[in-house]
């Protein structure tokens, strides 16, 4: 039930309690779902997380693709001051353009987005990150193999931080070829947990919030004609083993779906029903603005008004 999260919500906010420090015996994880752009839904609800000061209560953060960069904003407190990255026209136009597809360059460069505007334009904390008691989990997909991969394990500085927030971010053919770690190559996590909701239960989470992309009335999709004819010559040479998941997406996500409604004490925060559509390579600034204030208002709506003030 959601009201038992909001409850242990309210508990740990009351008593101040960080990891390492908690009474009760459960774990809490904050889930943040993928999309590209469609991932500045989910910045703007991690702005009102920040806003409302709960992140220390949560014991570890998931993120999935572009959640993986909310994720890390939000753990080094400058969810909120970085916001506006969503619509700065100057910062969307260098990492997305479809017109570096004709120079055979990555559509999305993600390098120059984490080496680059993530260092020198607007800096992301990397050290608070890896100091922040609250663990960090981007997620990726194993590209020899298909599975989901869960990159905790392999940060233990910021190069790796680093190199982690990319590979969750890879997207297929789009962002260039898989991201090697520690000699293993991987891709976006999206190919096999758009929701990591899999891997947190099975590092045992007993209450989640998902901070989801997607309204509740959209449906998931199966790879069309024109993505299988490109992207499966795409697959074969650079992640042989996410070709039968990719093929699986539908049934994926429809899965995620079901996980996330059988577990008992889950709240899935989206964005409302009839709120804006938004493409994988938004880049128009008024629209993604609009997106962010529509996330940031939605989670302040489900989170303030019932966790913090006593019914």
Known sequence: MTDDVLQLLRDRKQHQTTPGQRTDDARLVLL????????????????????????????????????????????????DSS?????????????INPMRAFRRQPVVDTRHLVHTIYTEVMPMGFQ????????????????????????????????????????????????????????????????SEMVPVRSAIAQKATHIVVLRTVRADEVPMAPSRSERMVLSRWFARHAPGVVETWLRRREGRIEEEEVLASRPACLQIRPPLGSLRVGRTERRPDLLRKVVDIGIDTAMNELATCVLEPR
């Open 32 to 79: 943040i779902e993928g999309g590209s752009s469609r991932g500045a839904y989910s910045s703007g609800m991690t702005v009102a997380i920040e806003r409302l000061g709960l992140l220390p209560m949560f014991d570890a953060v998931y993120g999935s693709s572009a959640g993986s960069l909310n994720a890390a904003w939000l753990l080094c407190g400058r969810a």
């Open 83 to 95: 916001k506006h990255a969503w619509w700065d026209p100057a910062v969307m136009r260098s990492t």
């Open 128 to 191: 608070d990150i890896l100091d922040n008691p609250v663990e960090f989990h981007p997620m990726a997909t194993d590209a020899l193999t298909g599975e989901s991969a869960d990159l905790f394990g392999r940060i233990h500085d910021v190069p790796s931080l680093q190199a982690a927030l990319r590979a969750s971010t890879a997207m297929p053919l789009l962002a260039g070829p898989p991201v090697m770690i520690d000699g293993r190559p991987y891709v976006d996590a999206g190919m």
